[in-house]
Structure formats: C-alpha cells, structure tokens
C-alpha cells in the first residue's frame, strides 16, 4: 500500500501539485500576516474540481510550505509571518542582524523540515494509537493543561515578576473579551463595540505587538536592518548548529507533536511553549533573545512537528487540530473521504497517497528553503525608510483579509503601541502573549469541567491525567522555592549576596511613561470589573478574579513607582533611540503617519492610499533620493494592488473616490 | 531619462502626474466592471456566508452558487465571501442593509439568525422584512448518546439532570428538551460539533443534539461508541429506518420548537428589491436548489437538501425566528 501510495504522489499529474502548492504556500507564507489558513482557505474552492489525491496533497503542501515562509519574514525583518512564527523573531532577527541571517533561514529550513519529519514519521507509526489517547483528552486535561502552560510566564518574566504579573493579566483581560464560556452565546466585554463581540483575532493581536513595533522602529531610527555588507555563514551553517543540538530538537519535536495532536492547541502555543522550555533547560539560556541559534532551532523543530501533528486529530478522529487543517478536513469530507480510526485501512490507496504527499512537502519547502535562503537573506539590507513602510503596507494587506473591517486597522496599531511600550518599559511581551493565548483556553475548559462533573470540582481529582497534569504544575511552582530554601541553609551568604545585585531603578522619564501607562491599565481594569457585574456569576468568575487581582498588582507597583519618582535622575542627554544624522524621524510623527494611512485606507481606498503612505514615510524618514522614493512607491503600489486581485485578498475600499477606481 | 523629464522645478505637477498615472494603472488593472445601466443582472453577485470556510454552510453555499450562475443570464458570476465576524452578525446585518439591487445575497442560519435577534443584535430589524430565496438544507436533528453512558434512552432521561454537549447553536434546543422530559440540562458549549461528540463518545456528556448527516460520519467513526435514540422529524428518515421519532415515541413538543430541531440554512436577500429584478433572482435560485445535480452533488459531500419555495422558507424563517424570540429569556447570561 505505501508503495503504491508514493507511486500515486509522485505520478506527473500529482508532481505538478505539490510544487505548485509550495510555490504558492511560499510566496503567501513569506507576505507578513498572510498564514496557512488563509492560504488553505483561499485555494479550497479550486480543489472542488480535482482528483482527492490532488487536493488533499495540495492543501497539505500549502500548509507546509506556507508555514516555512511565515518564518522568512520573522527572521529577516521581524515581522512575524503568522501568529506562530512570533517565537521565531526573538531570536531569528538578532541573528540577522549580526549579519547571520542565510544561517538563521538554515536553521529554519532545516529545523521545520526535521521537526515535520519527525512528526510524520509519529504519525505513520502511532497515529491510531495516538488517537485512542487524544479521545480521552477532555475539558480537566485541557483545563491543567493550560495552568501549566500559564506557568511558562514565570519563566517568561524572571526577573520582571511584578511587570510579567501585571502583563500577563491584560493579556487574559484581553482573551476574555469575546463569547462567554458557558453557552458561547454571550458576547463579553465588547465596550458596544461589534468587532470585538466575538473576540480580537489572533493575527490582530500578534501582529500588532511584533510587527507594529518593528516598523515604528524603523520610521524612527532609519537604520536597515543590518548593515553587515558581508554575510556570515551560509545555510549549511545553520544546519550544523542543529546537528550539534540533538537534545534541542527532541525536547522541541516533542512539544510540537504533543500540541499538535491535541486539538484546539494551535501552533502558537508550541512553538511558544518550546521555546520557553528551550531557555529554561539550555546551557545556551543567557544568549536567549540575542541571537541563541539554541531559541530559534526550539521554534523551527516545534512548528514543524505540530503542522504536520496537527493532521493526526484531522485524519484519525476528524477533529480539526488547526483552522488550516479544519478546511483540510472540509476538503476531504467533499471528496468522500472519511476520517475516523479506519481512515488507514478502508482499503483505498489514497490515504496512503496523502501520506507520502505529506512527507513530500516537508522536502520541497527545505529543498526552496535552502535555494532561496541567500536571495531572501538580501532582504534585511534594504533601507528602512524604503523597508518599513512596505512592512507596515503588508501588515494592512494581511490583517484587513480576516474581518475586513477597518476597526481591526486601528485595533492593530494600538497592540503596535502596546508592543512599543513593552519595549520601552521592559516589560515581557511573552507574559501578555501567553495570557492572550491562554486566558480563554483556562476559562472555558473550566466551566466545562464544571459542567461536566456537574458542578462538583471533584472532576478535576479523579481523572486520572488531569491528576498528573496538576502534580506536575504543582512541582514546578514549588520546585524553585524548596531548592532556594535549601540553598539558603547550605550557605546563609549567598542569600545576602542576591539581595546585594542592585536593580536598575528607571530614570524620570520612564517612570512617567510608566505611571500613564498603568493609569490607562486601571482604566482598562477599572471599567471591565463594572461591566462584569452585568453578566451572570459563573460568566464573571474569571475575569473578576484576574482583573482584581491585577488592579492589586498594579496599584502596588504604582505606589512602588511614585515612592521613587522623586529621586529618579533625569533621563540621559541623548534621545533614548540613537538615530543616524538626518536619518529617521520622532517617535509621534512616525506614529502619527501611521495612523494617518490607516485613515487615507478607509477613505482613498488600498491603491491611493498606499502610494502616498509608501511615498511620504520614506521621504519623512530621512530617504535622500526623492524620485527613487516615489517610483518605488508607485511600482509597489500597483505590484501590491496586483497581488491583491490575483489572491482575491480583499483591501480596503475607499469611501470617498469611487469604488470602481480602486479595489 | 525619467530623471530629466521629472527636474523641473515644480514638485507639486510631478506629484500631481504622477496621480494621474497611478489612477490610470489601477483602473486597468483592478479589471473594474462598470455597473451600467444595462438590465441585471450586470456585474458580479455577492454571495455573503456568515461562516468561516470550510464549515457546513460555507461548503453549502459553494456547491449552490455554481448552480446559482448556471440560471442567471449572462454569464453573471456568483461570488462567495465569507464573513463570520461577531457570531454571524455582522454579515446578516451587511444583509438586512444591503442595496436592494439584487447584487447581495447571503446564506443564513436559520437558528443563529433567530438568536441574533432574540438578543436584540438586530436593532430593529425583523426577519420578515428579508426576501427569502428558499430553502436549502433540511437536516433534522438526531439525539445522540454515548454506548456506555448514563442514559440508553429517552425513558432513562426523564426527569434527570442531562449532560447535553454541542455548539452555541444547540443551547436552547438541548435546555428546552430537557424540559419537555421533565429533566435538567445542564450545557457544556464547544467550539464545533466533531468536538462536541468527542465529548459524549469519551462520557463526558451525556447526550449530544446533532443534525442527522454530520451525524452518520461521526456514528460510523465512533465504531459503535455512540448510539442514536430519536429522531426530530415527522417521519423516520431514510438513513436511520430503525430510529424512533420524537412522536412515536409520544414526546409533546411544540411546533415552533420542532422547527428549531433542525439545521436549515436558506438564501435571502435584503427586502424591496424592485420586482422585475427580485424575478430573475428568484427564479435562479428556485431553480438551482431544486437542480437534480446539485442534490446529487450535496449526497457526495454528506449533505441532505430540502428545497423549499420561498414563501414556504419564510415561514419556516419566521415561526422559528419568532419562537427563539418568546423564549429569550433561556438566552440570559449564566
């Protein structure tokens, strides 16, 4: 059967899909924003019309190879590709600055490409049985689950506990808005306002805190990405650095197949998990955030394993394990394919085609990857004045397909000032991005154990794998304790000698930024405490304890941060980003120009406005040649206006000028 | 070369040509189709699906929309988008406000529309102002349980505390049904059905409310561990012949409730389209829905059509629409 099954992959008719599906999965996967869901969803109506082996491998290849590509632009630019390859940036984009960038995309051709085979091979072997374990993974599971993933902050915030807390808290405040949790009904915390009614959209949120920022950064500083003229290190490079780390790419394989495998845990929540495990188990975990190839092979070797895991759940049990693979699944149900336990052994060769269509696109992407690393790695040298706007372009051209709605554009650009911010201040993106993720995931699963052990909490203390689950969250919350009491009583000076490292007290400008910030964070706390009162108890439960225990933390740090305003020195002679002469432009203007292209999108429409935003922004950043600027403005425009009818992306139509003008 | 045509002195007329230029270049290529005053149908119809790709209605909508363009004249393309922002709100809103022009038509949920506007997300527009097409899936509900569950029949449920699983759109459904057995419901809401039934197979609910087609995938996947114990319909379907009905089995339920123990999505379109347009419209999609192919097409993808005229599928729209709306109080926050 596998023989025939590769035979039938790799006849002419199919061949021809499965590059073409990696040429499209890459070019959407390297367009910021642009995920595997959306690439899947765009090419599903095509596959009506072909042969089931044909399609299935089709969308399967997009899949891949569209994951790959999301990591291109992580690494190159630091704009995540989708939610997922976010992990990706904190690394991968140090390394490109350190002119490393040919071996950062090694790494992530390389990783993804071992991570996917490992879950492929995973899945050949032990996808039945691995079903029967996933059936039995219910609400409580998912529910310890969670807790232990939330843990994770910890790790996320060392050093900044106060900070990540607080964090961490309007990250869940931020999960919380959308369906209540007990009928799924209700909309929660939506302010009147319909866009938020069934929650901030995961690509909103994540671009807007890695993408936004980066492009402020660049308006504002000038600078391209790297100046190296030479690139160190090639791809084969970066694939040495992942042969030399076996134990990294099991612990990451692990992560991805075993979030893969259960649905509802997307590959965010891997390839994040992964790499927190990753600084806190590696020799390497001083260097994590500066360029640790160790972080960035976590990442890669997680995504890899969960996209090609993710299709366990989908094939054996017909449970989605990803929106990407959900529409998978809708194409193979059109087919009359049955997923199931039988899905191996119906006796038809075509899930065995699928299979090897599956190892196949693990090939093909690493194969692209390895080829088009160099070319791609040029990318990072390109000016910022000339670079950030078509970022800034591309994150609208991403963002604006999910919803269509102008409101998720601002929406962007204020999670942009939240991942400003998190910078400025020092306070860990990864605790906001974690509560994000998993606020709703605790939430719900809780009320569903609730009810499903019909209102006893006893549920959680007698399934056997939630008892482990919550032993083990257990152990690592008290773990750090018991070995910092007992190292205290082996040698009672250390414990002075920690007290003794001083903390950087902030200088007098920061404090301020701080205590506005934390104003508005009381607000934002403040008012969703009074809404909750509007809601039924067990719909508020959650979120009042969060918010108030976050209030407490907040009102604590605020009280810390007045007691030492007074005797904050004043902030340092030069500007706190360092700025070339004459290059880049102030912080307000760059983000005022922002804004005012997200405002010109809803009233010239995508094409105008684009030209202008494009134009303008390099100019004001500094970019000498004025004809150089404004031809590339118009050639992007048009490319991009191009691209947009050609992927059917939907862009923002204009209100004022005709709509037949523009799209 | 550019360089010398564009030194002049007057940034602003480079500024302003190079406008003219761009406008020029995007009307080519945006491929715009003038809407004329040529008869209809003249440019592309939109055809709004208030759920994600790949689900049930979106699958349904693009299988139907081919057919749809098959009876228009002209040529005239039949363009899904999917829109599922705010639990379908939005784009039912998008319907209700849409140019009566014949140019935008939707499929709808019946449940999930009559549950907008329960909850008053529709301000104050009712759903008998909208122009209903007809109809095109007819999925009555089966209620499922699990093999080796608490309950093995309706009998065992009556007057007990009842784990129902299923989506948002089977909450009130699965509380009233308790109710009409003298028994509780008590809800554990999933983001999709296949979750939903996972919940019962593994016995962490008791009993799952689901339209009879998704229902054989699942029932034949499950290997045996699920078991179907009535059927919501006034006959007993044709793929489960040995399935009681909910009146053999003498449950009283209410006709409006009945209505509501199915999954129907119909197409409309937004009211007072002018007559000589609404009539090509309708008769396309009259046709398209009652196309032996599309059936046969709707079979192979697990799908049941019930085709309806449209006045038929408006009182089906409304009863229910009404219904949900008499007892929106089950809708209030827990």
Redesign the interface.
């Known amino acids: 059967m596998w023989i025939q099954g590769f035979l039938t992959v790799l006849s002419p008719h199919s061949l021809i899909y499965l590059f073409l599906g990696t040429a499209i999965g890459l070019v959407v996967g390297v367009l910021p924003a642009l995920g595997p869901a959306f690439a899947v969803a765009l090419m599903l109506p095509f596959t009506f019309g072909m042969d089931t082996v044909s399609a299935i491998v089709f969308l399967v290849t997009i899949h891949a190879a569209c994951a790959f590509g999301d990591s291109v632009t992580s690494i190159l630019v630091r704009t995540p590709g989708s939610a997922a390859t976010v992990p990706s940036t904190w690394d991968g984009y140090p390394l490109t600055e350190q002119g490393k960038g040919a071996m950062a995309l090694g790494i992530s051709a390389f990783g993804s490409f071992f991570g996917g085979l490992i879950g492929w091979i995973v899945m050949v072997l032990v996808a039945g049985l691995i079903s029967k374990v996933a059936m039995s993974i219910g609400a409580p599971e998912y529910f310890a689950l969670g807790l232990m993933a939330l843990l994770l902050i910890s790790i996320a915030s060392k050093g900044q506990t106060i900070k990540g807390l607080i964090w961490a808290a309007v990250g869940l405040a931020v999960s919380f808005i959308g369906a209540d949790p007990i009928t799924g009904i209700q909309a929660r915390f939506s302010f009147g306002i319909v866009w938020l009614e069934g929650g901030i959209p995961l690509v909103v949120s994540m671009l807007g805190l890695f993408a936004v920022p980066q492009v402020i950064s660049m308006l504002s500083q000038g600078t391209p990405v790297t100046e190296v003229q030479e690139f160190k290190g090639s791809i084969l490079s970066g694939l040495m650095e992942l042969l030399k780390r076996p134990f990294t790419i099991i612990r990451s394989a692990i992560i991805g197949l075993y979030i893969g495998i259960l649905p509802a845990l997307g590959s965010t929540v891997a390839t994040t998990t992964s790499y927190l495990v990753e600084q806190k188990y590696s020799p390497d975990r001083e260097n994590f955030g500066k360029g640790a190839p160790a972080g960035l092979i976590a990442a890669e070797v997680s995504k890899g394993a969960c996209v090609v895991a993710d299709l366990i759940p989908t094939f054996m049990l017909g449970v989605p394990g990803s929106m990407a693979t959900a529409i998978t699944l809708a194409a193979l149900i059109y087919h009359g394919l049955q997923p199931g336990p039988r899905f191996l052994t119906s006796g038809s060769v075509v899930p065995y085609a699928i299979f090897a269509g599956v190892l196949m696109a693990q090939f093909l992407f690493a194969i692209s990857g390895t080829l088009l690393a160099k070319p791609f790695a040029k990318i990072a040298r390109i000016p910022a004045p000339i670079l950030a706007p078509i970022l800034a372009m591309l994150t609208i051209m991403g963002v604006f397909p999910e919803r269509r709605a102008t409101f998720d554009l601002f929406l962007v650009i204020g999670f942009g000032l939240i991942g400003w911010i998190s910078k400025r201040l020092d306070y860990p993106v990864v605790s906001l991005v974690l509560g994000a993720l998993l606020g709703s995931l605790v939430e719900t699963n809780f009320h569903r154990s609730l009810q499903i052990g019909m209102g006893s909490y006893s549920v959680f203390f007698t399934r056997p794998i939630t008892v482990v689950l919550l032993l083990i969250t257990l152990a690592f919350m008290v773990g750090p304790l018991v070995t910092g009491f007992l190292q205290r009583r082996r040698s009672p000076g250390s414990a002075r000698k920690e007290a003794a490292v001083t903390v950087e007290l902030p200088d007098r400008r920061s404090v301020d930024i701080e205590l506005a910030m934390l104003i508005g964070v009381i607000a934002l706390f403040g008012s969703m405490i009074i809404m909750s009162f509007g809601y039924g108890p067990q719909t508020r439960m959650f979120p009042l304890i969060v918010m108030i225990s976050g209030l407490a933390l907040v009102l604590y740090r605020l009280a810390w941060l007045l007691s030492i305003r007074k005797s904050a020195a004043a902030p340092a002679e030069a500007p706190a980003e360092s700025r070339v002469r004459g290059q880049g432009m102030p912080l307000w203007l760059a983000i005022l120009v922002l804004v005012g292209y997200v405002v010109a999108l809803s009233v010239l429409g995508f094409g105008l406005a684009t030209l202008l935003f494009l134009g303008i922004a390099a100019v004001l950043a500094g970019y000498r040649r004025r004809a150089m600027a404004w031809t590339v403005a118009v050639v992007t425009a048009v490319v991009a206006v191009a691209m947009g009818v050609l992927l059917r992306l939907p862009l923002p139509p204009g209100s004022v000028l005709p709509p037949w003008l523009f799209r | 070369m550019?360089?010398k045509l564009?030194s002049g002195r007057a940034?602003f007329v480079?500024?302003v040509s190079?406008?003219i230029?761009?406008?020029m270049?995007?009307?080519a290529?945006?491929?715009?189709?003038?809407?004329s005053s040529s008869a209809y149908p003249s440019q592309n119809i939109t055809f709004l699906v208030p759920f994600?790709?790949?689900?049930m209605f979106?699958?349904q909508a693009?299988l139907l929309a081919p057919y749809i363009q098959k009876y228009l004249p002209k040529n005239t393309n039949v363009v899904?988008?999917?829109?599922?922002?705010?639990?379908t709100?939005?784009a039912t809103?998008k319907l209700f406000d849409a140019n009566p022009d014949g140019y935008t038509i939707a499929i709808l949920n019946v449940v999930a529309m009559s549950?907008l506007y329960a909850?008053g997300d529709l301000e104050n527009r009712n759903p008998a102002d909208l122009d209903f097409l007809g109809r095109v899936n007819y999925a009555p509900y089966i209620l499922v349980v699990g093999s080796k569950g608490r309950f093995k029949s309706l009998e065992d449920m009556k007057g007990q505390?009842i784990?129902f699983a299923g989506?948002?759109s089977a909450?009130m459904q699965s509380v009233l049904l308790a109710q009409a057995i003298g028994g509780e419901c008590?809800?554990?809401?999933?983001?999709?059905a296949?979750?939903a039934i996972?919940?019962v197979?593994?016995g962490?609910?008791d009993a799952n409310l689901i339209n009879w087609d998704s229902a054989v995938?699942?029932l034949?996947?499950?290997?045996g561990a699920l078991t179907p114990v009535v059927a919501f319909a006034d006959q007993r379907l044709t793929a489960f012949p040995d399935l009681p009905t909910s009146k053999e089995l003498g449950l009283q339920i209410d006709p409006g409730l009945m209505g509501l123990m199915a999954s129907q999505s119909v197409v409309a379109a937004p009211g007072k389209i002018p007559a000589n347009i609404e009539k090509v419209l309708r008769e396309a999609v009259t046709k398209a829905i009652n196309d032996p192919a599309f059936i046969a097409d709707g079979q192979?993808?697990?799908y049941y059509f019930g085709p309806l005229s449209p006045e038929d599928t408006k009182n089906v729209a409304v009863s229910v629409a009404e219904f949900v709306k008499a007892h929106k109080d089950l809708?209030?926050?827990?």
């Open positions: 550019t360089g564009l940034p480079k500024l190079l406008l230029a761009v406008s270049v995007a009307v290529v945006s491929g715009c189709s003038l809407s994600n790709a790949g689900g979106d699958i693009r899904v988008q999917n829109e599922p922002a705010a639990a709100k939005v809103l549950t909850q505390k784990r989506t948002g909450y008590v809800f554990q809401s999933y983001n999709g296949p979750d996972m919940a197979q593994r962490d609910a995938k699942y034949q996947a499950s290997e192979k993808a697990g809708l209030k926050s827990k």
